[in-house]
């Protein structure tokens, strides 16, 4: 997913959220959203049925109201004039791990 995610950053002239551990929860739970149900839904919504939810496709990422109007719930993609963009849209293996290694406490 950080493949996918890096080039359609690109391809929609997007940017990944300025803090960078947002970025790598979000695709942390798309990938597992992927092995689970069989698409990326979106992690940052609560469902009833997930299953449902992968069927209608509404949800699943990028999610419709993202390719309609660029309104990424998450905020891993945010257009160049939201106040919590960055200026990247990759994101290194080293910072997902960074981000999403057990914390000792």
Request: net charge negative; glycine share 2%; charged share 25%.
């Amino acid at each position: 997913m950080r493949k996918f995610s890096e080039t359609y950053a690109q391809r929609t002239n997007t940017y990944f959220c300025i803090d960078s551990a947002v970025t790598a929860i979000v695709i942390e739970g798309l990938a597992r959203h992927k092995d689970q149900y069989g698409s990326p839904l979106c992690p940052c919504r609560h469902y009833e049925n997930k299953e449902l939810e992968v069927s209608v496709a509404y949800w699943n990422c990028p999610c419709v109201p993202m390719r309609e109007r660029k309104e990424c719930h998450c905020m891993l993609f945010l257009t160049e004039n939201n106040e919590f963009a960055g200026d990247i849209q990759n994101i290194s293996r080293e910072t997902l791990e960074e981000h999403l290694a057990p914390s000792n406490s």
